[in-house]
């Protein structure tokens, strides 16, 4: 395969993932902004442009951090490059590029849940109709996962849609909880209150994991616990270990279609034996921000390693 088309591949699951990621961070904090007062709803929806690496891109353009106002720069705002709309344009594009690449069934979910955001996201989106945009969002990304999971041959081509995605879930997850534990909470004198269960609560609601954890742990809502959730167990498929196992995975079966193995292939197995090795509490004890920010980072030589490795760019 050209390095061209595998670099479409790779980034059009990347853009869906990305585009699906800001749905569902715009929808929990919605939630969270309407259990809190004013003042503190500016705190949520701060958080949330901080998450998507945007607050400064924000501050440029507006003067306080009113609900819609937010929503709508992160979802179609021409003046934020990395807006919901543009990524799913991002994503078609690749995807039309790499049109004999990908079935007609991918290609149909992508280009058809393009036109329905643009047609939703013509206009502002208001109140009364941002839960049918933030779900048509993540309901299409669905789709188009289902399409290539359905409809693909297990070959390079969807392996590199599938380290896409779980490059990308990976970074998404550990950004949140990263914010979580630096913008979010208020003070320390607010950790264990109710105020510190609800935030939990929607840090669980933006990587839908909501009723898994509640399933599984009866109901408690640990921030111990929830961290651990997201990040070590292997059942939870946007957990930090199952997208770094899935991701090892997919490198290993490009391994036996090229028969070769890169610098992406060493990092990778690397990281997924130090995660294995990690505790919770010894985390929380380092610095839950210090090993995440450490995480991102890898995540990020990774992914750049695949790049260099499979010449996405000549």
Request: net charge neutral; aromatic share 10%.
């Given at each position: 395969?050209?390095?061209?088309?595998?670099?479409?591949?790779?980034?059009?699951?990347?853009?869906?993932?990305?585009?699906?990621?800001?749905?569902?961070?715009?929808?929990?904090?919605?939630?969270?902004?309407?259990?809190?007062?004013?003042?503190?709803?500016?705190?949520?929806?701060?958080?949330?442009?901080?998450?998507?690496?945007?607050?400064?891109?924000?501050?440029?353009?507006?003067?306080?951090?009113?609900?819609?106002?937010?929503?709508?720069?992160?979802?179609?705002?021409?003046?934020?490059?990395?807006?919901?709309?543009?990524?799913?344009?991002?994503?078609?594009?690749?995807?039309?590029?790499?049109?004999?690449?990908?079935?007609?069934?991918?290609?149909?979910?992508?280009?058809?849940?393009?036109?329905?955001?643009?047609?939703?996201?013509?206009?502002?989106?208001?109140?009364?109709?941002?839960?049918?945009?933030?779900?048509?969002?993540?309901?299409?990304?669905?789709?188009?996962?289902?399409?290539?999971?359905?409809?693909?041959?297990?070959?390079?081509?969807?392996?590199?849609?599938?380290?896409?995605?779980?490059?990308?879930?990976?970074?998404?997850?550990?950004?949140?909880?990263?914010?979580?534990?630096?913008?979010?909470?208020?003070?320390?004198?607010?950790?264990?209150?109710?105020?510190?269960?609800?935030?939990?609560?929607?840090?669980?609601?933006?990587?839908?994991?909501?009723?898994?954890?509640?399933?599984?742990?009866?109901?408690?809502?640990?921030?111990?616990?929830?961290?651990?959730?997201?990040?070590?167990?292997a059942r939870f498929p946007r957990s930090l270990v199952f997208c770094l196992d899935q991701l090892l995975e997919n490198l290993d079966d490009l391994v036996e279609e090229y028969g070769e193995e890169g610098l992406s292939h060493r990092l990778a197995r690397e990281a997924v034996a130090r995660l294995a090795a990690a505790d919770t509490d010894a985390i929380f004890d380092m610095g839950l921000h210090?090993?995440?920010?450490?995480?991102?980072?890898?995540?990020?030589?990774?992914?750049?390693?695949?790049?260099?490795?499979?010449?996405?760019?000549?």
């Open positions: 395969m050209l390095g061209r088309t595998a670099n479409g591949i790779f980034w059009m699951f990347r853009y869906l993932e990305r585009a699906e990621n800001i749905a569902r961070l715009v929808e929990a904090g919605f939630r969270m902004a309407l259990m809190r007062g004013a003042d503190a709803a500016s705190e949520e929806w701060r958080s949330v442009l901080a998450t998507l690496g945007e607050q400064a891109a924000y501050d440029a353009q507006y003067d306080d951090y009113d609900a819609m106002q937010v929503c709508n720069f992160v979802l179609r705002d021409k003046a934020n490059p990395q807006n919901a709309l543009l990524l799913l344009e991002n994503a078609r594009n690749n995807a039309r590029m790499a049109r004999s690449s990908v079935t007609t069934e991918v290609w149909e979910a992508v280009n058809e849940g393009w036109m329905m955001v643009r047609d939703l996201l013509a206009r502002p989106a208001r109140e009364n109709n941002l839960g049918l945009v933030l779900g048509t969002i993540r309901r299409q990304s669905s789709l188009v996962r289902g399409a290539s999971y359905g409809t693909m041959l297990r070959n390079d081509i969807y392996h590199f849609a599938r380290a896409g995605t779980f490059i990308e879930r990976a970074d998404n997850t550990a950004r949140i909880l990263d914010v979580k534990y630096h913008l979010l909470l208020p003070t320390v004198a607010h950790v264990g209150s109710r105020l510190d269960t609800t935030q939990w609560d929607g840090v669980l609601r933006s990587l839908g994991g909501d009723r898994a954890y509640r399933w599984l742990n009866a109901g408690r809502m640990d921030a111990r616990g929830i961290a651990n959730f997201l990040m070590m167990d210090e090993f995440l920010i450490r995480f991102i980072s890898e995540n990020h030589e990774i992914a750049s390693a695949i790049s260099a490795d499979y010449r996405f760019v000549d």
